[in-house]
T-cell receptor, first 111, second 113 residues
């Protein structure tokens, strides 16, 4: 059974710092991995989707990597801003139906 | 292009009552998913439609939950009768391809008293 773990559970950094969020999964047989952000009381906003054949994806200040063999993904945020404060969720798709979520990392960027 | 929309945004009902949640996926997205987050837990998969067909409903908690997608457009999720443990946020998501990028709605918060 696929388990997804996100470390740390919470992170607080000063504005301008570069930071890394970690995601690990137990079964390397995945279709893809997707990173989301969720603001309080809101839905999930898709950030990056990495297919199983890809190693990384970039969008603006965000860069996500995928190492299937070791069951790890990282989300790198460059030059963090207060507007980046949110919960970041990692989700892996073990088949073409289901998607398994981690518990999330709650990020606070202080001005 | 409109995103995934869900209605209602919040519903408060008493134990034993019935609630129906609605989801309108992004136009052209054949794949529609329902997820749920109960207090303090991870988001969990409930079921997956491709057009009007249920592809996987392995995540449905029990037979008090009924999902439909007549005509392959919008979907409804009915809880009847509702129990206290059904409280949580119900998310709907859609994608164009079966293993494609998922787009989520804002969620429907259900509170059962």
């Amino acid at each position: 059974k696929q388990e997804v773990t996100q470390i740390p559970a919470a992170l607080s950094v000063p504005e301008g710092e570069n930071l890394v969020l970690n995601c690990s999964f137990t079964d390397s047989a995945i279709y893809n991995l997707q990173w989301f952000r969720q603001d309080p009381g809101k839905g999930l906003t898709s950030l990056l989707l990495i297919q199983s054949s890809q190693r990384e994806q970039t969008s603006g200040r965000l860069n996500a990597s995928l190492d299937k063999s070791s069951g790890r993904s990282t989300l790198y945020i460059a030059a963090s801003q207060p507007g980046d404060s949110a919960t970041y969720l990692c989700a892996v798709r073990p088949n073409n139906n289901d998607m398994r979520f981690g518990a999330g990392t709650r990020l606070t960027v202080k001005p | 292009e409109a995103g995934v929309t869900q209605f209602p945004s919040h519903s408060v009902i008493e134990k034993g009552q019935t609630v129906t949640l609605r989801c309108d996926p992004i136009s052209g997205h054949d794949n529609l998913y329902w997820y749920r987050r109960v207090m303090g837990k991870e988001i969990k998969f409930l079921l997956h439609f491709v057009k009007e067909s249920k592809q996987d409903e392995s995540g449905m908690p029990n037979n008090r939950f009924l999902a439909e997608r007549t005509g392959g457009t919008y979907s409804t999720l009915k809880v009847q009768p509702a129990e206290l443990e059904d409280s949580g946020v119900y998310f709907c998501a859609s994608s164009r391809d079966r293993a494609g990028e998922l787009f989520f709605g804002e969620g429907s918060r259900l509170t059962v008293l």
